[in-house]
């Protein structure tokens, strides 16, 4: 009679919390890939409107025109540094979620490869114990007659 593994609910514990911490990591991985691309669009609007400004100024600009582009600049520039902060977090986000995916994942295996050995020691003793039902079987069948060729 096969014995049951004794840690299987935790088995299965572990297993829903590794599968949790793997539903967890995409958004976390998507909110970091959409932060960057935010970043990215504002620090090429940027690059854009500095053309723009540098173009305007080779042109002839007023004072008040000027200001008005060094200040949209200054803005530009603020959202940049706010964005870069949002990057950071997200990124911060993302490596404790694969931190705890990778936890997870640890603890899965390390139960998965004991309950891997017992299923291997069962099937050895249920081997032993049905080689030791044939040896009696044809110790019986024969008596203690070794069978002749």
Request: avoid cysteine; hydrophobic fraction near 30%; charged fraction near 30%.
């Amino acid at each position: 009679m096969t014995q049951t593994f004794s840690l299987q609910p935790l088995l299965e514990i572990m297993q829903t919390r590794t599968d949790e911490a793997t539903r967890k990591l995409g958004p976390l991985i998507a909110a970091e890939k959409n932060e960057k691309n935010r970043l990215q669009m504002l620090e090429q609007y940027r690059q854009e409107y500095a053309a723009k400004m540098s173009h305007a100024s080779s042109q002839g600009l007023s004072q008040l025109m000027l200001r008005n582009y060094q200040d949209f600049l200054n803005r530009i520039d603020e959202a940049i540094k706010q964005q870069r902060i949002a990057v950071l977090t997200s990124e911060n986000n993302t490596k404790a979620g694969q931190d705890d995916w990778k936890a997870q994942n640890r603890q899965l295996k390390a139960i998965d490869t004991l309950a891997q050995r017992h299923n291997t020691r069962e099937r050895y003793r249920e081997n032993k114990q049905d080689q030791k039902l044939q040896d009696e079987f044809t110790t019986r069948r024969f008596g203690t007659e070794t069978p002749q060729d």
